[in-house]
């Protein structure tokens, strides 16, 4: 089952294939992630907290 390289969090397949560059077989940040975001095809660091 794939996680989130940031959190350790379960992610599906889809979410995987869909987010993940094409060499990896997890993703970088997910939705769970409080510290981390997606910016385009970047990671950044979060300006507030999510919630």
Request: net charge negative.
């Amino acid at each position: 089952m794939p996680n989130c390289a940031n959190c350790d969090s379960f992610v599906t397949e889809a979410y995987v294939r869909v987010f993940a560059p094409n060499e990896l077989e997890s993703v970088r940040v997910c939705p769970n992630c409080e510290d981390k975001l997606r910016d385009g095809a970047e990671i950044r660091e979060a300006r507030s907290t999510r919630g």
